[in-house]
């Protein structure tokens, strides 16, 4: 394949990105100076050799140094004793960016598809262990959590991830209080045009 | 004004319906056969002379009869202690529709925008001020709640709503305990698309 | 069935109108008061008895007297050397809201579907027929035309329409040059996204 | 910058992509593998490497070997004396890809919004002259066209730089025969929602 088919290839496996853009943007990047695909490529592999997965919350991070704390779990002042549970790195940033959440997090690098029979295929239950394994000794980098929060989105897959999860857990991480988002009207939410599912959770949180 | 001009005017006043559809439906109706234009019309007269106002929850009901409480109010098998206050007909039939509440109803016959002086202009505070105070001698139409659920939408008018009617319950109705829905996620929410209020009210209503 | 019940299934028949809408319709009406209601349906019967349909171009118009043509095809100053055949009334509002066109029209009170085995069921080729013929004594109701003007929408209903007349008209009014709208890019049409048959057309029509 | 930073800035820059999708690019590419990073970049070069500014039309193309010729302009069935401008390479390739036109192209590389004081800045004016001053000597490269089809999209952009092409050929391809493509209804265009200017040049057009 000549490498202007393969990079219109390429560019079709980006996230949302169909034939017809893919080939934008292929047509955008050849007709861009030298000085901007030197620059991009450059970055590419910069931007790739400071990525580091933080040996606690396993989120991303980059670092020109050889850290393996992320500056969240390196922050002294977050309160130790809570671990949010999150599906992907975009959530944990969704969370960090509302800044309603004080606590520690652990990203699980995916969710669990309805059907998937090898959950452990798709996120890091293993390493939650080695987590919650290491936090027996409440160590700087693994402090024992007295709640883990499971933080899933209300939709389908979010629901079967949660429940996952909260299998593993309960055999792995016995005695840790478990919690889950609650449930009810968000923000911009009409009564009329609510399910079911989201009526009865709010009436039931009703406070 | 000639009767086509005079009808596409009538027409552009219904809910959602801008001058061009008005134009169609105009069109439409005149174009149907005498036979559909004469049960049109005879069915408007006849539904506007069979509808009434219930005189406990305010809501519109259809009655051949004389009848003064709707369908709801008059259910002996209802939970009376429960009064959950909605801002209009269709609010109450889609949480009656969820088929997940079955307590009483009251139907403020509107909402109150954020910037409205006269809220009493907007809202049934009248007839809630009258339905709470025959409530002391608990009669069969204005039974006693115990509880008295604000049921608005989470959008800022809805919001508002609620504030006014719990200012005038706190005046009007010492003692009688006030809830309001849930806030949190609602089905279907991602969490990395979630605004911060709904995150706080998610993390906050966690359980 | 309850009259309000009725009335949502006769609002339900409305052009591009769901259940929930002609639920909405329904509740809107019935919480008029009086007086909007009965102007509502006063002017419904009235616009109904003042409904005429020209008896040369066959299109709907109002009138409280007893005139037979429409103000287009009774107004002197018109081209009556062209004939235009459009498929529906509001075909023809559009065209003479335009004001690009001073000929005469031919309503033909729909289209036809590409399948349709019965075309005379759908469009008016009996009227059209007899206004053609009354045409050969060329009077001031139905002047010869020297060019019949296909104008359809470019649409495969609209199409086949054309091809319907147009074989109709070969028959039936023979020596009378026919032609259609032309084809080509309309306004805002972006080459880039356009499709085969508009390219042809936009190639075979430069000038 | 950080290199992560500095790629988010770099994707954001794509046509079509605003900050948030610019991040997820950044996020997909940095959790690829190395392989498909490697693949990435190196393809971009060898792209960049291979792409050719075609001497006759102007279009880019790419090829391995240092021809100066696209495959379209060095093609010895196509009709040489039809000479198409389009603006970009993107109507290029949706009119090839239509298969109606058989003729030559010239790329403009761009078109001239409406208020641009310096067109020459914005399309090839001075590599259109001189493939025309060329074309007198009708070599294979440029051969002479006897029609030269000024080939824009149908909105302000696109006639204002079909003026501006014109007015230039006008002063430097005297005798040369100008046309533009045919303007009329467009694949499915409906008549009711035509606008005038449609609706004038569909009339103007029959045929």
Redesign the interface.
């Known amino acids: 394949m ?3 088919s ?2 219109i290839e ?1 560019f079709s496996e ?3 990105i169909g034939p017809r ?1 893919a080939r ?8 861009r100076p ?1 000085s ?2 030197e ?3 450059k ?9 580091r997965t933080c040996s606690s919350c396993q989120r ?1 991070f ?1 670092s ?1 140094s050889q850290m393996k704390l992320c500056s969240t779990c390196s922050d002294e002042s977050r309160e130790k004793n809570l671990l949010m549970i ?6 944990f ?3 960090e960016k ?4 004080r606590g520690l997090y652990f990203v699980l690098g995916g969710s669990v598809p309805v059907l998937e029979k090898e959950p452990e295929k798709r996120v890091r239950l293993a390493e939650l262990k080695s987590r919650l394994g290491s936090a027996k000794h409440d160590s700087a980098e693994s402090p024992a959590p007295s709640e883990i ?1 499971l ?5 389908p897959d ?1 629901e079967h991830t949660g429940d996952v999860v909260r299998n593993f857990l309960e055999k792995n991480a016995g005695g840790v209080k478990i ?29």
């Open positions: 000549d490498p202007v393969k990079l390429l980006f996230p949302g853009q934008r943007f292929a047509y955008f990047v050849l007709t030298n901007f695909i620059e991009f490529t970055n590419i592999g910069a931007a790739k050799k400071s990525l991303f980059t020109s999150v599906a992907r790195d975009s959530d940033e969704a969370v509302s800044g309603v959440y929060i933080s899933m989105s209300a939709t979010g919690s889950v988002l609650g449930k009810g009207l968000s923000t911009g939410t009409e009564l009329e045009y609510s399910d079911t599912e989201t009526l009865r959770n709010a009436l039931k949180n009703r406070g």
